[in-house]
C-alpha cells in the first residue's frame, strides 16, 4: 500500500475566543515530538458539507471540494483529516512547544494543528473554498487574537495576529431543536399518548404543529362526538394565536431547506429562537426572517429595540446583540426574498394542517351520529324490553267490548325481593355483563355494576324485575378479557333476599354463542346476543371517550409550553 502524502502543517495558538480561521499550508514535514499529542482522525467524503468535532470541542467545517491536487483538479474521493489539540500549559511543555518569541510572550489557551491526507496525491486548498475552525470561547474573549505558527529550527514562530471573526456555523435543520423550552420535557412526562410510548422527531414535530390549527382546550365534549346534541354544529374555523404564542405553522415553514445556509440554522438562532417563544410575540421572530441578509446582531438590535423597555425580554435581545455575531459564510446573495417565500410557506402549511383537521372533525363528527344511533337503538330495546314484561304479567288491558287475551296473574304471586349478584372476579376482565333470564315468560333482564364485581341496579329505562315467589331463574355473567370470553351460568330461585356469587371461566373455544344458545332464541328485545352486540358497542364508546378525555388532560398540559401566554379560563 502505499504511504499516505500529508498536507503539510498549520500550528496555531490561540489566546481564546471564538474564532474561524482561514487554513493555509506550508511545505515542511511536521517533526516527530508532536506525535506525543493525542489525535482524531476522521475519514471523509469530499463531495459534501463534513463538520468535524474533536473531543476539546473544537469545530472543523469543511465545505465540498475544499481541496485540490497539485494540478488544480478538485480532490473527489474520500481522504483523511488527522486533528491534534492542546489546551493546557502543562501539555505544551511537555511536547516541546514553545508559547513565545523573542519579542513576543503569549498566555496560550488553545493550540492546534490539522493536516489532510491522500494515498497518491499532495492535497492543497482550494482558496475558493476556505476551511473554517470554529473554538470554545471564554468569557473574555474579546481581547483575543489568533497567532499563525511556522518552525523554524526546531522551534515555532508565531506569526502575525489575526482577530477572530465570528462566522456562524449551519447545521442541518433537522438536528436543530425549534421547540418551545419545556416542550419536549413535558412531552416525556405525560407520555403515553394514543399510541405513543416514546418520542420521536417524527411524533414531537407531528405534534407540535398540530397546534397551530388547535390552539384552545377542547371544552365541550360535543366536538369528540359524545353528547347527543344534532342540531350542534363541530366548530372547524381556526384561532387568531398572536395572543397565545408563536405560530408552530412558522416554525414548521422555517424548517424548510431553503433556509439550510442562513444563520436560521446555527446553534446561535435555536438560542434566540426559545428566547422568541417566551415574548409570545410573532413580529419579533419576523424580525430575524425580515433580515436574513444582514449580521445576526441588527435582527438582535432591532428585536431588543421592538421590545419595550418594561419588557424583561429586551435585555435578553440586548445580550444577543453585545455578543455581535455576524452571518453564515457564503450565504445565499437572494436572503431578502426568503422572507417572502417564508410567507407563503407558513399559509401553505396553516392550510395543509386545517385541511387535516377538517378532516379529523368530520370523522367526528360522523362518530357523533353513529353513536346517537346506536344509543337511541338500545334504548329503544330495553323500554320494548320492559313492555313486553309489563305485559305478559297482565299489566297492560284492551278497552271496554274488546276481548283480552292477555295472561292475568294474581298478584299475590309477586312479592317485593332484595336482589345482588357478586362476580368474584370480575376486575380480572375488561367488561362483565350480568343478566336474569326469567324462562317462562322468556324474559332478559340486564344488571349494571360500578366495579365489575357487584350487580345491584338496573337500566334507568328498564329497572322494574318482576319475578313470581319461588319461581327458578337463570342468572348469566359474561367477561371479557379483549376478545378472550368467560362465563358463568346458575339456576337460582326467587327469594325475599337474593345473593348470588359466580366465577367466570374461560371459554378456551371463545365460541360465546353455543354457550348462550337456549337464550338467543328469545324476541330481538330480549336476545342476550343482541343485547351483548350493542353493549359492546357502547362500551367502545365509552373507552373512547376516556381516551378522549386524558389526551385532553395530556394536550392541555403540552399546550402550556406550546402556548406560554394563553390563560386557562380565557374565553
Known sequence: ??????????????????????????????????????????????????????????????????????????ITDSIEIEFRSISNLTDLI?????????????????????????????????????????????????????????????????????????????????????????????????????NHYSTSREFLDSLFYSFAVNPLPSTHMETAGFLSTPQEE??????????????????????????????????????????????????????????????????????????????????????????????????????????????????????????????????????KKLVQKETKEYEKLITKRQQIRMTRFGFELTHTGWYNFAREVNMEELDEFNLKVTVTNGNDFDRVHTYVINPEIKSLFALFSNDHITFDMGHKLDNILLLKRSQNVHIVSIGFMKEQPAIQKIITQQQKTMTDSLNLEILPDKNIKRHLREFSRYNRPNNILVDLKKQTILYKERLRKERWERDQDFLNKVRNQVFPCYQIGEN
Not at 489566546?15 to 493555509?24: H, K, N, P, S
Not at 514562530?157 to 456562524?168: C, D, F, G, M, N
Not at 435543520?173 to 399518548?193: C, I, S, W
Not at 435581545?317 to 410567507?343: C, D, G, I, P
Open 234 to 367: 363541530i366548530p372547524t374555523e381556526s384561532v387568531a394565536l398572536e395572543r397565545y404564542g408563536i405560530d408552530p405553522a412558522s416554525i414548521a415553514a422555517l424548517k424548510s431547506r431553503l433556509f439550510e445556509n442562513t444563520y436560521i440554522s446555527t446553534r446561535e438562532f435555536e438560542r434566540r429562537l426559545k428566547a422568541i417563544f417566551k415574548t409570545c410575540n410573532e413580529e419579533i421572530l419576523n424580525i430575524y426572517i425580515d433580515n436574513l441578509d444582514k449580521n445576526l446582531y441588527v435582527a438582535d438590535s432591532l428585536a431588543a429595540n421592538y421590545l419595550t423597555k418594561q419588557d424583561e425580554m429586551a435585555n435578553t435581545f440586548l445580550s444577543f446583540y453585545q455578543e455581535k455575531l455576524t452571518n453564515v459564510k457564503n450565504s445565499s446573495k437572494r436572503l431578502h426574498r426568503l422572507a417572502e417565500y417564508y410567507q407563503r410557506e407558513k399559509a401553505f402549511i396553516k392550510t395543509a394542517l386545517e385541511n387535516d383537521r377538517s378532516k379529523y372533525l368530520r370523522s367526528m363528527k360522523k362518530q
Open 1 to 74: 500500500m502505499k504511504s499516505l502524502k500529508p498536507l503539510t502543517y498549520l500550528l496555531i495558538i490561540l489566546l481564546g475566543g471564538t474564532i474561524i480561521y482561514t487554513i493555509t499550508h506550508n511545505k515542511k514535514e511536521h517533526i516527530s515530538y508532536y506525535s506525543g499529542i493525542e489525535k482524531t482522525t476522521f475519514t471523509i467524503a469530499t463531495d459534501r458539507d463534513n463538520i468535524l468535532v474533536d473531543s476539546s470541542g473544537i469545530v472543523l467545517f469543511i465545505p465540498p471540494y475544499a481541496f485540490k491536487d497539485t494540478a488544480g483538479d478538485a
Open 94 to 194: 511537555g511536547n516541546g512547544i514553545n508559547t513565545s518569541n523573542p519579542n513576543l510572550i503569549l498566555d496560550s489557551e488553545t493550540v492546534f494543528y490539522f493536516e489532510a491526507q491522500h494515498p497518491t496525491k499532495t492535497l492543497t486548498i482550494d482558496p475558493e473554498k476556505p476551511i473554517y475552525i470554529e473554538l470554545p470561547s471564554p468569557n473574555d474573549s474579546n481581547n483575543r487574537k489568533l497567532f499563525q505558527g511556522e518552525e523554524t529550527d526546531q522551534q515555532i514562530h508565531w506569526q502575525q495576529s489575526h482577530e477572530p471573526v465570528k462566522y456562524l456555523i449551519p447545521f442541518d435543520l433537522k438536528e436543530l431543536d425549534f421547540y418551545p423550552p419545556g416542550f419536549e420535557e413535558t412531552v416525556e412526562n405525560n407520555l403515553p399518548f394514543r
